[in-house]
C-alpha cells in the first residue's frame, strides 16, 4: 500500500526566489492538505484541495498557492520567498469530505538563505 | 489562550512505566481529536484518534476524551525506549472544516 509521497526531500533557496513541492496521496485518497512545521513548533495549516478546488485556507499570505490535479496529485507553490519560509512542509492526504484522519508523507526541507 | 495546548516537557519516565500525556484545546465545538507521533527529524504519524467521550484503546495506546473539560490525553502503557518522541496533539474543530489544528507538542523520553 503505498503511502504519501513529497519530492523534493531538501531544497535550498534564495530570498526571493520561487519553489515549487510536490506530493502524491495515500493509495485510495483524494483530499490533500498542506502543513508547514517550523522548527519546535506543531504544523500550522496552510490550505486544503478536494476535487481540484481550494476548500479551505489558513493564516498564510497568497504568496502561498497550491493546485491539485485530476489523480488527485498536489503542488504547493511558494512565491518571493522569504527567510522566515524555512520550515519542513508536510502534505496530508486523506479520503473524502468528512474524513479527519489525515496521513503525512515524509515532508519537505526547505531552508532560504 | 492558544487554541490546542500542551505541556512541552520534556517528560521523562523509565523503562516499563505508564506515561501520561495531556492535552487541552479552546474550543467547545471540537468534534475530532488525534494523537501523532514525532521522531526527530521525521514527520507526524498518526497513533490514535477518538471522536467520542471516553477510553479508546488500542495496543499499548489509550486515548481518553472529555469533553465537559475540553481535555484530550494519552497513556501508554509498558513504555519502551522506541516510545521516545514528540507527541503531537491536534483538534478538528467542526464538521465541514477539516483543518487539523495542532498543540506544540510534549517531548517525552523513556530512561532504560
Known amino acids: 500500500d503505498a503511502g504519501v509521497t513529497q519530492s523534493p526531500t531538501h531544497l535550498i533557496k534564495t530570498r526571493g526566489q520561487q519553489v515549487t513541492l510536490r506530493c502524491s496521496p495515500k493509495?485510495?485518497?483524494?483530499?490533500v492538505s498542506w502543513y508547514q512545521q517550523a522548527l519546535g513548533q506543531g504544523p500550522q495549516f496552510i490550505f486544503q484541495y478536494y476535487e481540484e478546488e481550494e476548500r479551505q485556507r489558513g493564516n498564510f499570505p497568497d504568496r502561498f498557492s497550491g493546485h491539485q490535479f485530476p489523480n488527485y496529485s498536489s503542488e504547493l507553490n511558494v512565491n518571493a520567498l522569504l527567510l522566515g519560509d524555512s520550515a519542513l512542509y508536510l502534505c496530508?492526504?486523506?479520503f473524502g469530505q468528512g474524513a479527519y484522519e489525515q496521513y503525512f508523507g515524509p515532508g519537505t526541507r526547505l531552508t532560504v538563505t | 489562550q492558544k487554541e490546542v495546548e500542551q505541556n512541552s516537557g520534556p517528560l521523562s519516565v523509565p523503562e516499563g512505566a505508564i506515561a501520561s500525556l495531556n492535552c487541552t484545546y479552546s474550543?467547545?465545538?471540537?468534534?475530532?481529536f488525534f494523537w501523532y507521533r514525532q521522531y526527530s527529524g521525521k514527520s507526524p504519524e498518526l497513533i490514535m484518534f477518538i471522536y467520542s467521550n471516553g477510553d479508546k484503546e488500542d495496543g499499548r495506546f489509550t486515548a481518553q476524551l472529555n469533553k465537559a473539560s475540553q481535555y484530550v490525553s494519552l497513556l501508554i502503557r509498558d513504555s519502551q525506549p522506541s516510545d521516545s518522541a514528540t507527541y503531537l496533539c491536534a483538534v478538528i474543530s467542526n464538521f465541514g472544516n477539516e483543518k487539523l489544528t495542532f498543540g506544540t507538542g510534549t517531548r517525552l523520553t523513556i530512561i532504560p
Open positions: 474550543d467547545r465545538g471540537s468534534q475530532s
Open positions: 496530508a492526504s486523506s
Open positions: 493509495s485510495g485518497h483524494d483530499t
